[in-house]
């Protein structure tokens, strides 16, 4: 059961366009949702992350919308770049020993094109 | 300030040997987590140690183990390999066990013969 559902699998834009990544979670205790950039050959990197008592984050190109009561969430890249040509990951954490552990979407792999 | 380094980078094991993986976390961070990396079950959290302490574990079998040193550089073991366990094995360090994990390392890939 994939209690993190990522969509879309793989993202083609042109430079300039607007990326879209979606993420449904089912468990309502997540509370703690992270965005992660994986680029070939490296570990992944946080990217952004956002609390259920928001509903929007903005850090430079990169936006989380948050719907709590959906259990949804998605990730806009705006104006996008060949640079962005990556896998980004959402995660659903929620606190266990005293630490946030995720639970991972399966990824979207984006290509921009220059 | 030195990121999150994992040694070896690439590993090639047989069947039924047994894997040491190393992580050094940045300097400072006390929290070290690793997770597994394969295209069919994607990103798992495999375990987390805080101060030397194990406080949290995935669904992984016994053959997975792990430990942290009292400069919070850590080790997992994996015993008995098996051809499914061929993966990119990933650790990351947070300075906030709170934040989760906030900074990977590259990942040592890991593949049975």
């Known amino acids: 059961q994939q209690q993190v559902k990522q969509s879309p699998q793989s993202l083609i834009v042109q430079k300039g366009g607007i990326s879209i990544i979606n993420c449904a979670y089912e468990n309502t205790a997540f509370d703690y949702f992270p965005w992660y950039q994986q680029f070939p050959g490296k570990g992944p990197a946080l990217l952004i992350a956002i609390r259920p008592d928001v509903s929007e984050k903005k850090e430079g190109r990169f936006t989380i919308s948050f719907n709590k009561s959906a259990k949804q969430l998605s990730l806009h890249i705006m104006d996008s770049q060949p640079g962005d040509s990556a896998t980004y990951f959402c995660a659903a954490s929620m606190r266990t020993g005293g630490s946030y552990i995720p639970t991972f979407g399966r990824g979207t792999s984006l290509i921009v094109h220059p | 300030k030195a990121g999150v380094t994992q040694t070896p980078r690439y590993l090639i094991k047989t069947r039924g040997q047994q894997v040491t993986l190393s992580c050094s976390p940045i300097s400072g961070h006390r929290s070290v987590s690793w997770y597994q990396q394969t295209p069919g079950q994607g990103l798992q959290f495999l375990f987390e140690?805080?101060?030397?302490?194990?406080?949290n574990k995935g669904n992984f079998p016994g053959r997975f183990s792990g430990r942290q040193f009292s400069n919070s550089r850590s080790e997992m073991n994996v015993s008995t390999l098996e051809l499914g366990d061929s993966a990119l094995y990933l650790c990351a360090s947070s300075l906030d066990p709170g934040l989760g994990p906030q900074h990977f390392g590259d990942g040592t890939r890991l593949s049975i013969l």
């Open positions: 140690y805080f101060s030397e302490t194990q406080r």
